[in-house]
């Protein structure tokens, strides 16, 4: 019975958490997407929107050079490892004589 009830308020607990950083959050949050336009009227803002363009630019690459990233380590182990099937496979192996061959020869 024990067990139930750490389980139920640990399912509980994480979504209650969440919904209540989202609430307490949820005003600045709603104040940035005129963050730009005030920042532009100000004096010196212009610096403050480059660096908004710059750091929206770097956010949205991230997915796409982590992907390409992994991609091209995955594709950099796969091609080694056809080049060491292939060497191996081209290895010429040296038969030894059976017992057939050596009664054979021996007569």
């Given at each position: 019975m024990k067990m139930f009830s750490r389980n139920v308020f640990g399912r509980f607990a994480l979504p209650?958490?969440?919904a209540?950083?989202?609430l307490t959050v949820?005003?600045?949050?709603?104040?940035?997407?005129?963050c730009q336009a005030a920042l532009a009227s100000q004096e010196g803002g212009n610096r403050v929107v480059q660096g908004f363009f710059w750091s929206i630019l770097f956010m949205m690459s991230m997915p796409f050079s982590i992907l390409t990233a992994l991609?091209?380590?995955f594709y950099?182990?796969?091609r080694r490892s056809r080049r060491q099937q292939?060497?191996?496979a081209t290895v010429p192996?040296?038969?030894n004589p059976t017992p057939m061959q050596n009664r054979d020869s021996a007569r």
């Open positions: 209650c958490l969440a209540l950083v989202v949820a005003n600045s949050a709603m104040a940035c997407p005129s991609s091209t380590y950099v182990l796969v292939a060497e191996l192996v040296v038969a």
